[in-house]
């Protein structure tokens, strides 16, 4: 029992970044090892004259332990050896509070006992990421990579060179006979513009079209050059020309879905999307469900992705072959004039895909891996080991069992870490993990990841030059993006395409003419996923999206909205006030604090849980109550486990009046609000579930009546999107052109109604 103890006593000593070493690697970080375990005074050395001789120690007690004198000389040099204690203590001060969040996250029971707080123990144990964790990582990012060299395989650097590799006789006739067939991959890079072309693409003008389609629906396809027209009904898949690899095995595309069970055929949504991502327009899908879509569309534009990296690179090798038969008849008289062979671009990186967590990354690279594999023949993975362990989940930090949506779960399950990057590439079947990014062919990232490699302006150490010729761009779950740091997407478009400030050892009598001209971004196709519309998502592909092919984006108007799903009995009042712009901040809070608060200030009113969408007005809002002197507390994503039990304590016993409750707390933890008794919104939810999930608290423990709940909702002309995800897109269109301000709903046993 002493050594268990002991052992306890060092684990608890230890620091978050020397926990996160240990669990990792087993040890500690060689940083942190204490050679001398005596404790060791700082000493303050004055050199003499004569080098040969040394002062002597003015402490007489020290002096009498060590047997020989020591040198000025070497007592310098014992002040630097030990420099982890030092560093430790500041470490360990600087993130003390870090430490105890994350013991309250190791301690499930200990998580919220507050008395009269009878599900503690449901909520205990949350690792979902926090948006301030997210924060926090970035801060220390820098600090963490200076420390801790980040790891990239150099190993196999010529085995996956395209330079130095070569394509078989063979090989190079089945490449050539495959360009003679029309292939869309050809076609699209292999088209040249003229100015004129750039300067129609540039002013945005562009042709608009509405189609429609089986499975995906209403279609709107917008063109900004008219020789390349539309995209047509829908009759039977066109299908791109899939690369030789891939020939067999993209039909066992679902086999990653179900890996145990026989492999699933493709469904009639995945033959359309593929249809469309092979024409290389932009394409929006804002309809990616995590739980039943999300898997499917993951997988369609894996397939997509890797179809497009094997032809890109089997054009180089072939063209190397080429080339090298070029030199050996050169010395001839009649050697046939030389072909340009332009093939490539400024760098090598083709694919950028942006996903939001590890675990994400690692369903990414598994589906590429799969498709590789034909007929059940295993292919060489470098350093598949190594990602694994860092890439997939520890069993040991799985949290409890808890009752949580099951979006909930298909977002969050697997390693939640959201700061990544990792370079993929890939060449004759053969895959190589952590290479480095001007040797990658995708480089799978997380905006946060990728954010701290470009830097900002005025910065000394940046680079973005590997993002220059990126030619396929996919967003993998948009709408989380939104919930942890939308700038940093914001801030990768920005750096897309740019001319490289370095050649990086590039052949320029290889790189396309466009690549050449800066016209990188007109070639770019863009792909963007989410489960919601959302004007900041399609701001992407309107802003940051020049496509000379045109763009395709999937808007189906939900006919039910979520208020449907709300299962007790409440008045939904619906109030609208006059904006002037989206982002029209100011009116919506003059609106609440002259015409909504003040119908809340009785104590009558009690119990109320006003929700707030974004952190600002989050922020303005709780100011706005403290200079007031009212009685709330509060709630975000930045609040302690022990703050968010207090506040939920408090507010449930009704000991506050009002609880604010920001959006991105409840998509992390989803916890229940207990003793709610009336409702505002103060801004319509972004996921049009969380209406009714909010809504349905309510029946969570409270003992009043039915007949005394409430529910206000404030909107405006332009949450149109929202409003018709919530109510419809019939009552939504009512609502915002009728003269009225004010619409009641009524949810119950007996359905809906208005």
Not at 259 to 287: N, V
Not at 487 to 494: D, G
Not at 520 to 526: L, P
Not at 587 to 614: C, E, G, N
């Amino acid at each position: 029992m002493g050594k268990r103890r002991q052992n306890k006593q060092l684990f608890t000593t230890l620091s978050k970044k020397q926990k996160k070493h240990l669990k990792e690697f087993g040890e500690e970080h060689p940083f942190h090892d204490d050679v001398n375990k005596r404790p060791e005074k700082t000493e303050i050395v004055e050199l003499p004259s004569s080098p040969e001789r040394s002062d002597t120690d003015p402490d007489e007690l020290e002096e009498e332990e060590e047997p020989e004198q020591k040198t000025a000389y070497q007592k310098l040099l014992s002040t630097l050896t030990h420099p982890s204690s030092n560093i430790q203590s500041e470490g360990d001060e600087s993130s003390d509070e870090d430490e105890k969040e994350e013991e309250d996250e190791l301690e499930v029971e200990e998580e919220e006992e507050v008395p009269g707080e009878s599900d503690s123990g449901e909520d205990g144990g949350e690792e979902a990421p926090s948006v301030g964790e997210e924060e926090v990582a970035e801060a220390g990012g820098g600090e963490e990579e200076a420390g801790d060299e980040e790891f990239v395989d150099k190993e196999h650097e010529s085995e996956f060179c395209l330079e130095t590799n070569f394509m078989g006789e063979g090989e190079q006739k089945e490449a050539e006979n495959a360009a003679k067939h029309e292939d869309i991959f050809l076609q699209h890079l292999d088209t040249e513009l003229d100015e004129d072309d750039v300067r129609n693409i540039t002013s945005g003008s562009k042709s608009k079209t509405q189609i429609t389609w089986p499975k995906l629906g209403t279609l709107f396809c917008m063109n900004p050059l008219k020789k390349f027209g539309p995209t047509g009904l829908y009759k039977e898949p066109n299908l791109p020309v899939f690369h030789k690899l891939l020939e067999s095995s993209w039909k066992d595309l679902n086999q990653t879905l179900n890996p145990k069970g026989g492999a699933e055929e493709i469904s009639p949504l995945q033959l359309e999307l593929l249809t469309l991502m092979g024409s290389y327009k932009d394409l929006y899908y804002p309809e990616m469900c995590p739980v039943k879509q999300g898997p499917q569309v993951r997988s369609v534009y894996c397939l997509h992705v890797l179809n497009h990296v094997l032809k890109a690179n089997s054009q180089v090798l072939a063209h190397n072959a080429k080339q090298k038969e070029q030199k050996t008849l050169k010395n001839m008289a009649r050697a046939e004039p030389r072909d340009e062979l332009r093939d490539q671009g400024l760098t090598r990186p083709k694919v950028l895909i942006l996903v939001p967590i590890r675990g994400i990354a690692l369903q990414v690279v598994h589906t590429l891996i799969s498709l590789l594999e034909t007929k059940g023949k295993k292919i060489m993975v470098s350093n598949k080991k190594k990602f694994k362990v860092e890439y997939g989940e520890d069993p040991d930090e799985r949290p409890p069992s808890l009752h949580r949506p099951e979006d909930y779960n298909a977002i969050f399950s697997g390693n939640v870490d959201d700061h990544f990057r990792i370079g993929v590439s890939i060449l004759k079947g053969s895959m190589r993990l952590y290479a480095p990014f001007y040797s990658s062919d995708i480089i799978i990232t997380s905006p946060l990841g990728l954010r701290t490699v470009l830097g900002a302006e005025g910065e000394h150490k940046r680079d973005f030059d590997f993002l220059s010729s990126i030619e396929l761009l996919v967003v993998d779950q948009a709408d989380v993006f939104l919930m942890q740091n939308w700038e940093h997407v914001l801030h990768v478009m920005k750096h897309m395409n740019l001319q490289p400030l370095d050649s990086h050892g590039v052949d320029f009598s290889r790189v396309r003419m466009w690549n050449l001209n800066n016209w990188a971004q007109h070639y770019r196709q863009t792909m963007v996923f989410s489960s919601i519309q959302e004007p900041q998502i399609n701001n992407i592909l309107t802003k940051h999206c020049s496509n000379y092919r045109g763009q395709v984006a999937v808007k189906n108007m939900p006919k039910t909205g979520s208020i449907c799903q709300v299962l007790v009995q409440l008045p939904h009042v619906f109030q609208m006030f006059k904006s002037d712009s989206f982002i029209d901040h100011d009116a919506r809070f003059r609106f609440f604090v002259d015409k909504v608060l003040p119908q809340y200030w009785d104590s009558v009113m009690s119990h109320t849980l006003i929700y707030i969408p974004s952190y600002f007005d989050f922020v303005r809002l709780r100011n706005y109550m403290k200079k007031q002197e009212m009685n709330f507390a509060s709630i975000c994503e930045y609040s302690s486990k022990s703050e968010v039990s207090r506040a939920r304590h408090f507010f449930q016993k009704g000991e506050r009046q009002f609880l604010l409750f920001t959006e991105r707390f409840h998509f992390y933890k989803r916890y229940t609000i207990k003793g709610i008794q009336n409702v505002i919104f103060y801004g319509l939810p972004s996921f049009p579930h969380f209406y009714s999930e909010v809504c349905n608290m309510l029946a969570a423990g409270n003992q009043s009546e039915e007949a005394s709940w409430t529910c206000t909702v404030l909107y405006s002309r332009y949450d149109a999107h929202k409003l018709a995800a919530i109510c419809g897109a019939q009552r939504a269109g009512q609502m915002v052109s009728s003269n009225k301000t004010v619409h009641l709903f009524v949810t119950g046993e007996e359905g809906t109604t208005s």
